[in-house]
């Protein structure tokens, strides 16, 4: 008589098969999660950076509005005649606000005052602040551009004196005694529903 055979070990087919697929799923789950996890790194980072960005620009525009002084200027080569303070809504040129500031550091003790024109203007999208080292700019005056907001869908600004508010506010050089604004006005549109708006004083100081 033959010895009846003996149960064969191991792993079948089947559950081979079936480990396979749950390794799979564990990999497949794995890999969603780690990309989740990057793309939301990557999103707190954009907005962080986002974040101080908006806090710099806004820092820079609090101390430029502040150090306002009553200085006629005009830039260079401009046809557009001397002005004390220049306010209005987004020009063709993008440009939006222009005036006269004190207080300029001077670290390195150059030959020069602590005046400087300072203009705001709205350029495809980005806030840019343009200084001279003189409110008389000429041909030789050095001239700097500082990108200072970038994602802008658009930029509304008002000017405003005690209660009264305006779209524009222009203090040509003469005569003397015109009124300036005393606040500014700037919402700030990144999107659908997604506004800043940011109010600043203008200081009346020499």
Do not use: C
């Not at 040509?172 to 999107?191: H, L, N, R, W, Y």
């Amino acid at each position: 008589m033959k010895a009846p055979a003996s149960a064969q070990s191991g792993i079948s087919l089947m559950e081979t098969l079936i480990a396979l697929f749950v390794v799979a799923l564990l990999a497949t789950a794995g890999g969603v999660m780690l990309t989740q996890s990057l793309r939301g790194t990557r999103l707190i980072e954009d907005r962080g950076d986002h974040a101080r960005e908006l806090q710099t620009a806004l820092a820079v525009l609090r101390d430029d509005f502040a150090a306002f002084v009553d200085r006629p200027s005009r830039a260079d080569a401009s046809s557009d005649l001397p002005a004390r303070f220049e306010g209005q809504p987004i020009r063709f040129d993008g440009r939006i606000v222009t005036f006269v500031r004190n207080g300029w550091s001077n670290p390195a003790d150059q030959p020069r005052g602590d005046l400087q024109r300072v203009e705001y203007r709205f350029d495809n999208g980005v806030l840019i602040r343009r200084s001279w080292s003189s409110p008389d700019a000429g041909p030789s005056t050095a001239v700097a551009e500082q990108l200072l907001l970038s994602g802008l869908e658009n930029i509304s600004v008002q000017y405003g004196r005690e209660q009264s508010w305006k779209p524009e506010w222009i203090v040509p050089a003469s005569p003397a005694g015109a009124p300036f604004p005393d606040k500014i006005e700037m919402v700030f549109t990144f999107g659908e529903d997604d506004t800043l708006t940011a109010k600043f004083r203008i200081g009346l100081r020499e």
